[in-house]
């Protein structure tokens, strides 16, 4: 049912000579409050691969938050060097890293961040919007993912009228709809029962498998256990980062419409 095909955006995307679609090196992270200085990541050196399935696990406080939002340009770094398929990040502009939060990084939220008064099919076409995507494509793209995660029948419902599990399904098909270079997923199985949380691990499995690349970020073993490569952070700094357990898929080409 699920079967997008390998990284990039027919091209569009530098790709890094070693292979890296993730480079961070030296990043740290501090916060102040008031008269006291909190230490959030403590040199953070992170490389991750095109097409990996990595999972962040860590305590609470440990900073797998914090490392979230660096890497998915939410925040930014006090310190360190963070290059994004090969682009460097630090000193962006603002817009420049809206951009790139819109076109090349895909978010699938716990609360899964849909807007409630827009239907499925609306939620799904945002990015393009965003991206300046024409109308034909757009309603190309949205089509085919929707069908993609088995909601072509939902497409205009609103989220009160979804379950949790259709609900994350379309926060999926918006994370692809820009055709991301990572998809960075937050307790994506948090507010979901065990039955769709499975589901939605077992979509993540297939889009790795279709040459995709994915963060995790979770608490859950289970979930860490079927991802490629585990990353453990304690006090801000890495303190584990497991041997793959399964060799990476290579990137099969990619199912995307065509660039306006």
Not at 1 to 12: A, C, I, Q, S, Y
Not at 139 to 144: A, G, T
Not at 150 to 177: C, F, N, W, Y
């Amino acid at each position: 049912m699920f079967g997008l095909g390998g990284n990039g955006r027919n091209g569009k995307h530098a790709t890094a000579g070693n292979g890296h679609v993730i480079e961070l090196a030296g990043i740290t992270k501090r916060y102040n409050t008031g008269p006291v200085e909190v230490e959030a990541l403590r040199g953070i050196d992170l490389t991750i691969k095109t097409g990996e399935m990595v999972a962040i696990v860590g305590p609470s406080g440990s900073g797998k938050s914090t490392l979230m939002n660096i890497i998915g340009c939410l925040d930014t770094a006090s310190g360190g060097s963070y290059r994004l398929r090969g682009e460097e990040v630090a000193g962006l502009s603002i817009d420049r890293l809206a951009d790139i939060r819109n076109r090349r990084i895909g978010f699938v939220f716990q609360n899964f961040n849909l807007l409630p008064q827009l239907t499925a099919f609306e939620n799904v076409e945002m990015p393009l919007l965003f991206a300046g995507r024409s109308s034909r494509d757009r309603q190309q793209r949205v089509d085919e993912l929707l069908a993609q995660v088995g909601l072509d029948d939902r497409k205009l419902h609103r989220p009160t009228e979804l379950s949790g599990g259709q609900m994350q399904r379309v926060a999926i098909a918006r994370a692809l709809a820009c055709s991301p270079d990572i998809i960075l997923a937050d307790e994506p199985t948090g507010n979901l029962d065990s039955a769709a949380g499975r589901d939605i691990i077992s979509m993540f499995e297939q889009l790795w498998q279709g040459g995709h690349t994915l963060v995790l970020i979770t608490h859950d073993p289970a979930i860490a256990a079927r991802t490629h490569r585990v990353i453990r952070i304690e006090d801000g700094r890495i303190v584990e980062d497991s041997s793959p357990v399964r060799p990476p898929v290579a990137a099969s080409p990619r199912v995307d419409s065509p660039t306006p």
